[in-house]
């Protein structure tokens, strides 16, 4: 079963308009941390946000915010005013437990193109 | 800043051969991972490795093992690659409950 759906394949955004890239989990655990990653054309993995099943606040880095709604079990990237470099792959991930032995699983991804 | 070296950026084997993919990291990370990445699939998980001589199956072991026996390596080995091996391969390294580093990537084509 697929334990990070991502709904969106494919998104195109205004420039300067908010984005949300949407994704949900599925976890029987009670600890365990969420991940946005940007992956440009140019193929690096760049870690772009965190959120921890305990945090009580939403993680916001920059123009990058995580809408953490924990009952949904919903993990949702905001970008606010998009801007053309944004235009990228962008991967949900998740990592289960607080154990040395856990693994991180990836979504299958959302192409998001900012139009100019 | 982290370091994740992959040893070839592009491959290209024949079927039948014994592929090694290399990934070495610089920050004493526990934690070491390989991917695959197909379009429309993301990343799935082949092995990850939690300490020197250890290592988990991910979701899609069939056909690749690894090895790790310094901390700071972690090898994939396709022990007779097959033409639904050509992928891009990502490794990455994490210290435990945090992000993962990625490296730049080999893409392997299996001739």
């Known amino acids: 079963a697929q334990k990070i759906t991502q709904t969106q394949p494919g998104m195109f955004v205004q420039e300067k308009e908010a984005v949300t890239l949407d994704c949900t989990y599925d976890t029987s655990d009670q600890s365990y941390g969420l991940f946005w990653y940007k992956q440009p054309s140019s193929g690096e993995m760049i870690f772009l946000i965190y959120?921890?099943?305990?945090?009580?606040q939403n993680a916001t880095e920059g123009r990058y915010s995580l809408n953490f709604q924990k009952a949904r079990k919903s993990a949702n990237l905001v970008i606010s005013a998009s801007q053309l470099g944004d235009s990228a792959m962008y991967f949900c991930?998740?990592?289960?437990?607080?154990?040395?032995?856990?693994?991180?699983?990836f979504g299958k991804g959302t192409r998001l193109h900012i139009l100019p | 800043d982290v370091k994740v070296t992959q040893s070839s950026r592009y491959l290209v084997k024949r079927t039948g051969e014994k592929v090694f993919l290399e990934c070495v990291q610089d920050m004493d990370h526990e934690n070491m991972f390989w991917y695959r990445q197909d379009p429309g699939l993301g990343l799935r998980l082949i092995y990850f490795?939690?300490?020197?001589?250890?290592?988990e199956k991910g979701d899609i072991p069939e056909g690749y093992s690894v090895s790790r026996e310094k901390k700071e390596r972690f090898s994939l080995i396709l022990e007779s690659a097959s033409t639904n091996q050509t992928s891009m391969y990502l490794c990455?390294?994490?210290?435990?409950?945090?992000?993962?580093?990625f490296g730049q990537g080999t893409r392997l084509t299996v001739v």
């Open positions: 959120q921890g099943s305990y945090d009580e």
């Open positions: 490795s939690y300490d020197v001589k250890m290592k």
């Open positions: 990455a390294s994490s210290f435990k409950n945090t992000e993962a580093f």
């Open positions: 991930a998740m990592r289960e437990g607080l154990n040395r032995d856990d693994k991180i699983i």
